[in-house]
């Protein structure tokens, strides 16, 4: 049972666009959430976290957190090629047992064309 | 500042065999992560330490796969015997603590044949 979810794609947008990625997670007491891009055969890298609802901006990058509703995403403004990657939404989740899991969605895989 | 560092690169194994994969975290950081990546999935936690303490590892299939910690600072993971199966990329990353930012190292891509 997968608590991370993600749209796996492929989501394509045209150069200059915005791209958006959605995330949804199961855990209602969750507290710490990240954004990592994963170019092919690459290993992920981090480029956004965010902690408290609302909007984070960071250059083109935007993450926004609603915990309410258990959803982040991330919106890429101005989409270049080199955008082109997947697009993985990790959340440190909380087990009954009290145990602090840092879960990874599937990714999204995102396509700039240009 | 150095990354994490992760050893070797690649590794081809005959089914059977042992393997050992090395990780050295961020200086500093005390929470150490194993992951599994397989084609076209997520990152799949195996094992977390927080200093030289195992306090997750639910996900390790402890019948063949083993993890240490020793000083709280470099770890290995290691699998006996390897299965086809187990071909993936093993992801190492290091935070500097639990709700913090975690990074990963370059990877090992492991081919069992």
């Known amino acids: 049972q997968k608590e991370v979810e993600q749209n796996s794609g492929p989501l394509s947008v045209p150069e200059g666009a915005i791209a958006s990625l959605n995330c949804t997670y199961s855990d209602r007491v969750s507290q710490s959430f990240f954004w990592y891009r994963q170019y092919s055969g690459k290993s992920p890298e981090l480029i956004m976290s965010?902690?408290?609802?609302g909007d984070k901006e960071d250059g083109r990058f935007t993450a926004q957190l609603n915990k309410a509703s258990q959803y982040v995403s991330l919106l890429i403004r101005d989409s270049q090629p080199s955008d082109s990657a997947t697009y993985l939404c990790a959340v440190i989740l909380v087990s009954g047992a009290g145990s602090y899991q840092l879960t990874f969605g599937k990714g999204t895989k995102l396509s700039v064309i240009p | 500042e150095a990354g994490v560092v992760q050893s070797p690169r690649y590794k081809i194994i005959e089914k059977k065999q042992p393997v050992a994969f090395w990780c050295n975290p961020i200086s500093g950081h005390n929470t150490l992560y194993w992951y599994r990546q397989n084609l076209g999935q997520g990152p799949e936690l195996l094992i977390r330490?927080?200093?030289?303490?195992?306090?997750?590892d639910s996900q390790l299939p402890k019948d063949r796969f083993s993890a240490e910690r020793l000083k709280g600072v470099d770890s290995t993971l290691k699998i006996q015997p390897a299965e086809l199966g187990d071909s993936a990329v093993y992801l190492c990353a290091s935070s500097a603590g639990l709700n913090t930012e975690a990074f990963f190292g370059q990877g090992t891509r492991l081919t069992v044949v």
């Open positions: 330490y927080e200093n030289e303490e195992a306090v997750d």
């Open positions: 965010i902690y408290s609802n």
